[in-house]
């Protein structure tokens, strides 16, 4: 299996003033391309700093992220931004649907952000026309066919998670991280949404990280490692 | 696929106009944060449109007066030291229509003189009687065309004919200023007595006597201006030399100019040589420095005007300021999401600049509408404004407003927001107009010297470019610390925002 994302001895310290709050202790984990990756443990353990880490949202203290044999660690505020846009997709507890848009505009809404950038390099491979379709198909593959037009205040809870699944996936990115996508919801939704990422990760062969405390989820996933202590347990 | 198509425009939409326009029209939680908005965009449009009226009624006033005083007096008023008088007028005529840009020059005789009525031995009122040669003076001021009546000053007929009737010796005709000849209570016909000097007696030198001339009222000059109509008295320039003694004198020399913008210019090359030398005339007064100080307070006020304005402006700039930190705030997590999705800090900075300057944008649109419109108003003087119609105005928008609070007739809650602004501006708008228009001609001090029964108005495009300039780079400036603030949240701290 091909490696996706290589963490070499990462580190990660919280400072308030002198005192420094150790949470990620040298962890080394490859990830590998189209897996389902589950990362279970304690609640405070630094699971989430791990993702945001990874979602480049944080930068480590030290050590080093290698996606593809780039080492984002030493990428600038620009780049990231590029990198986020590009190569992840987020999904988080609570879905962060914008209240302001419809389903579709919030799928679409990275490739929106893609398109603005390319247009000051010219580039008119992208447009908008086509985003809507993309973003339409994603609705439709997590089952939301019938619910394009509808605000986040008119959906389900498991609506607005899939709704984020579709819209983690517009640009097609190499990694989508979530954390804990189904803590909010219930037992039977989350099933369902679950159904979804499955379904997606089989189709488009996409590579998924997710944090979860949920053992039935962590039995669904590929491969599951456990966080201890600020590493990676064997 | 309908919904398709309506995105189809979007390809040119950027992002950030595509996030900020629906965050600008869409519903708010908060509709506190609508109240500011709409508080900032009735405090820039107020600004706006007061600067636009009150600077085009000043520049109006301006340029009335300068008008009436081109169209009365001399650019240029030529004097020995002293106000000596001279002889030799008609050769330095000559040579002072030898200097470029000189159209026409006259000789004056300047004096004062204490007048009576015939029938009343108190004085009535002290003039200044300008002794002018007729045709000469024609081509400096052009003063017949303010003359009701007459300006035959040496009409044999008419002196005959009055001498005849009062059965006095009548030295000449005069015209009298109109609120002079008003105040005084004559008329065309009358005759009035000069005191032109006082002698003394031979026998008691303790005493004087005054030497009396009497003359003939042939016509009434107004030219509009108070100055001139309250005070001044034209006779023939002959008649004035021989009953001030000076004969073949006079002591001012009026000159008109092709343009008297360059009054300052020509008044200098006329004491400098080689024009002085023949000219011989060391004192000039051009029209500009004779009312530098009515002009320097026309451009204080305008400049006061401004400051003001900037001032309210600022005020609401504020607003929007606050508006706009209140958005971030209430946005805080769609930030963060932004930010995840790959938004950058310029991305996130511009979403919330544009949403102020639109508002700043609004703003200024409506107060130049409304400036313009109000100036419009007043110049074609459609509607007088009175309390009776500010009174009705206050009602009807209290019954515009009970009609709009019955939410079922306007559906969209957007139109209503926007109708209620416009109203309200246009509202007191109308309101400070009906206040402040009535007062402002005394005010201004204005009716003293001008009489106007109208304010005069004049709208200087340049000006308005400029306002609406300033106006959208204040509102614009006060966008930068909110965007700023916003675009720099911790996107890990802005997803947990609560
Ligand atoms: N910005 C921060 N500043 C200081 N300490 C932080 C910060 N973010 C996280 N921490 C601390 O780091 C530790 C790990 O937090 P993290 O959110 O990664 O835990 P977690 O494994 O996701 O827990 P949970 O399962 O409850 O979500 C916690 O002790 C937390 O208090
Ligand atoms: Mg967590």
Redesign the interface.
Known sequence: MDTLITIDNLHKSFYDGDSELKVLKGVNLDIYTSEILSIMGASGVGKSTLL?IL?T??RPTSGSILYEDEDITTFS??QL??????A?G?V?QFH??????TA?ENVA??R??????R?KSRDTDL???ST??DA?RLLEDVGLAER??HYPSQLSGGERQRVAIA?ALI?QPKVVLADEPTGNIDDKTSQAVLNVLQKINERLQQTFIIVTHDSRLAERADRTVELVDGKIAD | MFCLLQYDNLDYMKFDWFVASRYLLSRRKQSFISIISIISIIGVSLGVATVILVIAVLDGVEHGLRDRFLANEAHIVLRDFGSAYFSDYDRKIEEIKKVNGVVAASPVVYSQSAIFRQDNNNIDAVILVKGIDPELEENVTGFSQFVKGSTGFKDTRIIEEASFINDVKITGGIVLGSRLAFRIGVNEGDVLRLVVRMVEDALNPDSLYPIIKHFVVIGLYESELTVYDNQIAFIHIETAQEIYEKPGQANVILVRLEDAERAPEIAQKMTEPPAFDKIQMPMTTTWLETHAPLFAALELEKIATVIIEALIILVAAFNIASTLIMTVMEKTRDIGTLRTLGSSRGNIMRIFMIQGSVIGMLGTFIGTALGLGLCWLLSTNIVRPTPWLALGLVVFLILIQIVIAIRHLLPYAKIRGIGFTILWVIAIAFGLYCLVEPISLQELGLSQIYQMNQLPIRVNWFFVGFINVLSFVICWLATIYPAWQAANLNPIEALQYE
Do not use: C, T, V, W
């Open positions: 945001h979602g949202l944080d505020e620009r931004a590029s990198f986020r846009n590009n992840i987020f988080f962060q649907l914008l209240p302001e848009f579709l809404m990275g929106l952000i893609k398109i603005s950038k247009n447009n908008n026309n809507y379709q339409q394009l037009d819209r640009n």
